[in-house]
Nanobody, 122 residues
Framework: VQLQASGGGLVHPGGSLRLSCAASGSIFSINTMGWYRQAPGKQRELVATITNGGSTNYADSVKGRFTISRDNAKNTVYLQMNSLKPEDTAVYYC?????????????????WGQGTLVTVSS
């Protein structure tokens, strides 16, 4: 299974970006996909997750600003990021876990994408 993330870039505070992550290969039909991020000098942290059935989970720091969604036919997960703040600056990683349940620990995910850099700066 390969995960290809895209959509990162430089944006001003208050701006928006949409990240995409396409999964390919032998994908288990039931899975949970998630977005994590790692800022310089900090540990990787959960941003949002979404199950096959559409159940979502968000970090408190992004609730109301970020929206995770998925297209099961395309094996793709999206992260719409609005009202971006400088503290959202990080490398964003997508991940796939072979489970129907919401996964919140990074060790529960089986596959990881390469990461895409999001920089929020004026």
């Amino acid at each position: 299974v390969q995960l290809q993330a895209s959509g990162g870039g430089l944006v001003h505070p208050g701006g928006s970006l949409r990240l995409s992550c396409a999964a390919s290969g032998s994908i288990f039909s039931i899975n949970t996909m998630g977005w994590y991020r790692q800022a310089p000098g900090k540990q990787r942290e959960l941003v949002a997750t979404i199950t096959n059935g559409g159940s979502t989970n968000y970090a408190d720091s992004v609730k109301g600003r970020f929206t995770i969604s998925r297209d099961n036919a395309k094996n793709t997960v999206y992260l719409q990021m609005n009202s971006l703040k400088p503290e959202d600056t990080a490398v964003y990683y997508c991940a796939l876990g072979q489970s129907a349940w919401t996964l919140t620990a990074d060790y529960e995910y089986n596959y990881w994408g390469q990461g895409t850099l999001v920089t929020v700066s004026s």
